[in-house]
Structures are given as structure tokens and as C-alpha cells.
């Protein structure tokens, strides 16, 4: 525990460590929850760990509408959904805020080895990612093992080729091992559009081995023909692999990506709110649309129900809270984050009052650390909170945090976060696949999330003093 | 261990148990192995344990042909594939044994949740089933929990529906659960043809959660017209069952499945041989064909490449074996048991010089167990066998083995089998799907089943007299 907290140290500028004997003078300064707001903490954390709402809510999202892919009528169909829901728990002030936004839908996407070893390969679309012409493109695949190697390849040899990088991605509990991973995703389309290569395949940017590839948004190069880019099951990146190994001469490919766009349709967000005694906001959200290929049940199903559950828990306390709690069911995260842009340009005139904001979009694995995007006069708070937290094995992290993607455009205008950061250990085995389905969702580690995020929620809602600016380097 | 063995002699009529102290009167006459015997069978092991020829078979298999459903062109280059390999491998007597068949196959397979949730569900087609009408079949559907419901409503009321048969498979090492289970696949479509239903959805025969349905055979009522019968994955399953509990009218399912087939098509068995003393025949293999989702490495390319390479274990010892050794690479298993019936009735007239047979298909976990149907007098010498398998953790089963799906039919004709029983717990997770590719096999899993079979094939060949005759109810 200390070497972690020393890593921790050491990779962050700014953070706070109650580990051992060597915490910041800080620490002897904190805040305290009274004995009360302690009593109500724990209320909460106790409620969340029964709670069945957030059950509830997922089971009832995934299951009534499904997929919900961005500016498609799916997604129309959850933001209905998601204000009859917010109304039906008790929310306030609950409204749909619709915004305009380009669509892209897969059509079609099939690939197949041509020769020498004749054989289909199992691939999905990325997102944003353009057609090849009717019937597929058919040629030669010239294989690069990581996203760097394509990067350091000579300009010219690749034209008219298939592109194929293979690079593979790490498991781990962090977000680090996508981190890197996912430049894969956005940057090889760009990479070969540069050197006129025909399309891309990738490996799909997950740690499972089924017949399910990753979807996800990709890259273009601005001033360059976009080049069709698709992710083939890691199982299929085996045997592309496999297949060059064994052959003798060239292996030829045919991949075919069919897709719909239009420059405009619809999207929104959907808010409801817990009235305060003051007009300050916390806000907290996850996602409400999801990639088609699944059912969006831990991205973001799980982000939805998890906040609006806990929000609800200490809206159901007596009186109102001191500060105003609003949940917001982001539109269209997935395809490029337009709904947090919306979110961001719409309710400008409130960020000032916004005191503390919050994402749950990491699935749905227990939360294991408490990180925070605060000033460093606040980190006294986040210890109270990390502390009240601990019972429900909550380790404290560091002051580095975005708090999530949505809530990327609030805290870049110097909005506050916190990440209730969740294990994500099996969360790339489905994250964009198929299997992205309600029974991949553990409900005690469900519950425990709620219990965290209710209990955040009220001592954000109720602590004295703000928590600062984090000095983003946009300010 | 005792309680089980004494599960096992309550269960089965005819049985040899070597457990404690009452073992049955004839192990005290078991005749033994010689020491050189022994000492050869040792070495066997010890060289299946470092065997890589089962990998590079089935690894060369699954990547240069893929998936090869019976009775096509990549079903018929799987069997060049089979002689070719057979022959590198220095066996002798190398032949392709071709036959006619009717051929089907899949060409679409297309469902969705209609109202009042609208959804893709993911299904495949069972193999043989027939096909909707152009644009599919748009119905109520009714659900049965389990096929004995099924068997058990009124002859009328299903007419122009779709039915849902939702019946979980138990997780189970060995075969019962499967054999449960999969009667819902082969009776479903009779039961819902005879109440005039317009299709069958069926929960996947399988154990998994993940969107990859799992196909199989289904079986047609003689005298009635078919039903188009599709899987569902599980998880699509879960969404079905969901759906309807949470609709407050009928759901509503679209299902599209469309199929080709032709009345004769060709497949074939490849036969290869290491030429022993005599003309007795020791019958041991796998079979080549596979169903077209996945590339069929476990099912069952495992069982090619395990009784292939143990053969060629027992093929490299100085000087020839006693008894002729033959490799069968049966087609046309997973639509028919096609090749097994042709192989039965070409070698009919060799059947009372075939000593024993025995075939690897049940993926490509560990063997623990080894299960014989041979003549009672024979048990002496399946406990040598047993014993000599000790050392890779193998336990003795009991005599009422049917030797594997393509041995059934010689068996049925009086030969003698065993069955070196692997491990299926995570078999049905895979089995049938797109998922059954080659990363799915465990090098060290494979090699201990080299060794096993290796050390069967040279006592069976080496062992003085035969293993008797199997009464079967046909004789």
C-alpha cells in the first residue's frame, strides 16, 4: 500500500496521501462531518448496499430500449424513457435539452480472408468510419505489430493495401492499458490515409478472446480521403496473424463497410434535479447513449442507474439538501461527445455555481478509489470523504482526475470532479461488443456503487466552503 | 472416490471397479504388461507430455481451412488437407473415402423484438432448419419454460406463433447435462410442427453469456411440414424472457432465416494407416468436418489432431506394431453422423478383424477417466489400461461407453470401444459457436491427451487377445 501511495506521489503533481505516517500537514487540518451528517453518511452507504433501484433502472433501460445508438430514434426512445423514469422516482424539474448533431450508422461490414486460406473473419465498423466501395475492397494486407511501428513506417509502400496493426492491449484494473490501446483506434485510419493505404483493420482495442470485435469512434485526418477502418475479434487478429505466418506469398483480404450518415439529426440530454436550499449544483450523469452493438448495460447503463439511484437515495432523505443535485443523462458520448459539448455550451451561465461534477462511465465494477480534480484548499474534504468512504474498501488516489467524459467540457471551463473509480479488470473483455448485456452486471457491486455515490453526493451537497478551481492549464 | 464408484456400479450393469479392497474377482486375474511394455507405454507419455505435432495439426487446420461444414468445397479441402498431412506424418494407406449427401446451409439469420420493445436479437439457424418465408415471419411468441412444457400444452392454440423454448443446460463436467439439453434442440421443432407453429426460438444449447448462439441439428417430423427453429444466445434469451415479463401486452418477434440445400452434395472420410503385423485393426480419430461459426478447433479439430498425433507416436516405435492402426478422419459429423454411416457400411466386411475403436470429439480438455464397452472378460485388461494412465491423473469409469458419435454405428455392429473421457466444463461454452477457435485450446491439456491416447493405441494394438464383443441389444 505505501509503494503504491509512493507511485502515486511521484506520477502526480498534486495529491494527497493518508497512508502511514507521512501525510500532508493538510490532513491535521481537515474538515469533519458532524456528528450528524456522519450518522446520515452512513444511513446512506447502508441504503445503497440494499438498494434495488438501480437495478431497476438498468434492467429497465437495457430491456425496454436496448440499444440506443447516437441520433438514431433509439436513442429518442431513451430520453423519453429516461424523464418518465426521472419523473416517476421524484424528480424536479426534469426536461429533455435536444441539440443537432451529424449521424453515422453501420450498414454492413464483412471481411474474409480471399487467399491463399479462404475463410470469413469476424469485424465491426468503427465509428465515423467511411465505405469502401460497393462490394469491399480486396487486397493485400501488410501487418504492423503495434500502432508505433505503422507511425515509423516510410511514407510510400503502403498505397492500395490493407493495413493491419495488431497491436494487442493489457489487462489491468486502471484505465492505463486503454490508454494506450485506444490511440490504435484513433490514430491508424489517420496513419494510413497519410500513405494511401486502402482501408485499416485493427485488433479490437479489448482483452477478451470471443468472436465479438470492439466497436469505438476513430480518427480522421483532416485534409486527407478518410480510409474505411474496422476492428476485427481478437480471435481474427489471431488467425490474420496465423494465416501471414503460415502463407507463403501474399495474404489478400476483402473487407466491405457499408455505412449511413447525415450531416444533421437529433440528439439531447436529459436532467432532473433534487431542488436545494441554495442554487448551487453538483452534478452527476453517466450516458444514456450507447453503441448498437450491444445493450449498453454497463456502457452506460450502469452509469445512469448508479447516479440517479444514489441521487435519489438523499433526495429521499428528510428536507431538502443544501445545494441543488441535478443528474444528467448525456446524449451521443459514444460517437464523438457531443452531448457533453451541448450540455457545456447550454448551461454556461451556471458553471460558476456549479460546485463539484461527476461521471459513473467505467461499468459497473465495484469502486475501489476515491480520485479527485479539486483545489488544493478542498483535498482536506476529499479525505473526509475518502474516509467515510473506507468501510466499503474505497483507497484514496490522486488530484488528477477529469472526472469523466462528459463532465470533460464543465471541468476544462473549472468546474471541480471527483471519479469514483471502479475496477475495470474484466470491463474490455465487453466494452463496445455484443456483450455489452445486462447479465455482465454484478449486483452487489452495483449496490456498492450507489452506496459510494449517494453518500459523495450528500457530503458534496452538504460540506461548507466550495471546492475550488483545479488550475487547469485552460485557465 | 469410492462413494463415486460405488455411483457408478449402481448405474451401470456391467462394471469394473479397482477402488479398495472389493475389486471384483477378475482383476485378480488381470493380465499385465511385460516390462518392456511398460517401460514403452511410460516412454509414450513421457513423449505425448512434450508432444507439438497435435498443435501444429490443429493449428494448421483451423488456419488454412477454417471452418468446413459438411458437404462443401471447404469441407473437401479439409479432407485434401487430411491426406496430405496424413502422408507427411509418414502414414501409410492414405485414401479418401468420398459419399453422397444432402447438403444445407445457412444463408441468413436475422431476428428482432418487433413490439413493444423494438430490438435486434441475436439467433442462429439450426442446422436442417427450413427457412421462413422471403422477409421472415412476424408473430406472437410463447414461451415455455422448459421442453416438457412444451410436450405437455394442448394440441391447439400455438398455431401461426412463434415458441420459445427458454430451458437452461446445467454446467457439468461430464455429458449429462448436454445430453439434457439437447433434446430441446432436436424435439422442440417437432412438438411446435405438430401444434401448427409458425417458428421455434430455443434458448442455445450451451453454457456461456455471450452473444454467440450455438447451432447444432435439429430434428423433422416425419409427416409434417417443418418449422423454420433458430437459437437464440443466451444473453438474447435473457432479453426475450425480460421482454415479456416486463411488456403489459403480447411481444412480438420477427424472424428471418433463410437456407440452401441441395438433394446430393459430396463429402468423405480420409483414412490413413500405420501397416501393423496383422490385419486387426485398431479404428481411432476425430472428425474433420465442422459447423461453419466458428473454425471448429475443438469440435473437432482437437480430436484429429490428438488421435493423429498419438498414432504417430506409436508409428515411430522400432519395428511395426501388432495390430494395424488407423487414423479416421470421419466427415459430416455435425449434420448427420453421415460419415460414420458410410464408414460402417464400406468397411463392414472388416469389422470382425477391427479389435477396438474409439474416437476423440468432445473438445480438448484434460482426459480424467476411461470409460470402456467391451466384453466383460475383456475389463481385466482396460484396468491395465487404466492403470498405466494413472500417472496423468486418469480414474477408471465404467463399461458402458459408446466410444464417441462416429464410432456408434461399428460399435452397433459388435466393436469394442473406450472412451478416454475429457473434462467438458467449459466445453458448451464454445461448442457450436463462432467461438470455437483455436485460442480456446490449452497446449498442456492437449498433450496429456496425446500421451493418454498414445498409450491406449499401443496397448490396444500389443495386448494379447481381444476385447470381446460389447452385447448390444442389435446383436
Chains 1, 2 share one sequence.
Not at 28 to 37: D, F, G, I, N, V
Request: aromatic residues 6%; hydrophobic residues 40%; charged residues 25%.
Amino acid at each position: 500500500m505505501l509503494k503504491q501511495c509512493a507511485a502515486v506521489l511521484s506520477s502526480a503533481g498534486m495529491v494527497f496521501c493518508s497512508l502511514g505516517a507521512a501525510a500532508p500537514a493538510a490532513a491535521e487540518e481537515a474538515p469533519s462531518l458532524t456528528a450528524k451528517q456522519a450518522e446520515t453518511v452512513d444511513g446512506l452507504i447502508d441504503a445503497g448496499l440494499e438498494d434495488d433501484v438501480a437495478w431497476e433502472i438498468v434492467e429497465s433501460l437495457t430491456t425496454e430500449i436496448g440499444p440506443r445508438l447516437a441520433a438514431t430514434e433509439a436513442e429518442a426512445r431513451a430520453r423519453d424513457w429516461g424523464a418518465a423514469k426521472l419523473k416517476s422516482l421524484g424528480f424536479k424539474n426534469v426536461r429533455i435539452e435536444t441539440f443537432e448533431m451529424p449521424y453515422w450508422g453501420r450498414v454492413l461490414e464483412e471481411a474474409e480472408i480471399v487467399s491463399p486460406f479462404p475463410q470469413p473473419l469476424i469485424v465491426t465498423a468503427l465509428g465515423r468510419s467511411s465505405a469502401t466501395p460497393e462490394g469491399g475492397v480486396t487486397a493485400e494486407v501488410v501487418r504492423f505489430r503495434t500502432l508505433p511501428e505503422l507511425q515509423a513506417a516510410p511514407e510510400t509502400g503502403l498505397e492500395g493495401k490493407i493495413v493491419f496493426v495488431d497491436e494487442p492491449m493489457a489487462r489491468m484494473q486502471g484505465i492505463a492499458g486503454y490508454v494506450t490501446a485506444v490511440r490504435k483506434r484513433s490514430q491508424a485510419p489517420v496513419e494510413a490515409a497519410k500513405r494511401g493505404a486502402a482501408a485499416v483493420l485493427i485488433r479490437s482495442v479489448g482483452t477478451d478472446h470471443h468472436r465479438n470485435p470492439h466497436t469505438g469512434g476513430a480518427a480522421r485526418a483532416p485534409d486527407l480521403t478518410p480510409v474505411p477502418v474496422a476492428a476485427l475479434a481478437n480471435p481474427d487478429a489471431d488467425q490474420l496473424a496465423r494465416a501471414m505466418e503460415r502463407a507463403e506469398g501474399p495474404v489478400t483480404v476483402r473487407l466491405d463497410v457499408q455505412v449511413e450518415t447525415s450531416d444533421t439529426a437529433e440528439s439531447g440530454n436529459v436532467i432532473g434535479e433534487i431542488p436545494g436550499q441554495t442554487d448551487e449544483l453538483i452534478v452527476v450523469g453517466g450516458h444514456i447513449d450507447s453503441w448498437d452493438l450491444g445493450t449498453g448495460a454497463i456502457d452506460d447503463g450502469a452509469g445512469i442507474a448508479i447516479t440517479t439511484a444514489a441521487a435519489k437515495l438523499v433526495g429521499d432523505l428528510r428536507g431538502k439538501p443544501k445545494r441543488t443535485i441535478r443528474v444528467v443523462m448525456w446524449g451521443a458520448e459514444e460517437i464523438g461527445l457531443n452531448g457533453a459539448d451541448a450540455y457545456a455550451e447550454m448551461h454556461k451561465d451556471e458553471i460558476e455555481r456549479t460546485i463539484i461534477a461527476a461521471e459513473s462511465d467505467y461499468g459497473a465494477g465495484r469502486i475501489y478509489r476515491l480520485d479527485s480534480g479539486v483545489g488544493e484548499a478542498a483535498l482536506p474534504k476529499i479525505e473526509v470523504m475518502e474516509k467515510a468512504l473506507r468501510r466499503i474498501s474505497i483507497v484514496p488516489g490522486d488530484n488528477t482526475s477529469g472526472g469523466g467524459p462528459d463532465v470533460g467540457p464543465i471541468r476544462r471551463m473549472g468546474v471541480p470532479v471527483v471519479d469514483l473509480v471502479q475496477n475495470g479488470w474484466d470491463y474490455f473483455d465487453l466494452h463496445h461488443t455484443p456483450d455489452d448485456t445486462l447479465d455482465k452486471i454484478d449486483p452487489e457491486a452495483l449496490r456498492q456503487n450507489v452506496a459510494a455515490w449517494a453518500a459523495f453526493i450528500y457530503m458534496a451537497s452538504e460540506m461548507e466552503g466550495d471546492f475550488g478551481r483545479f488550475p487547469a492549464e485552460e485557465e
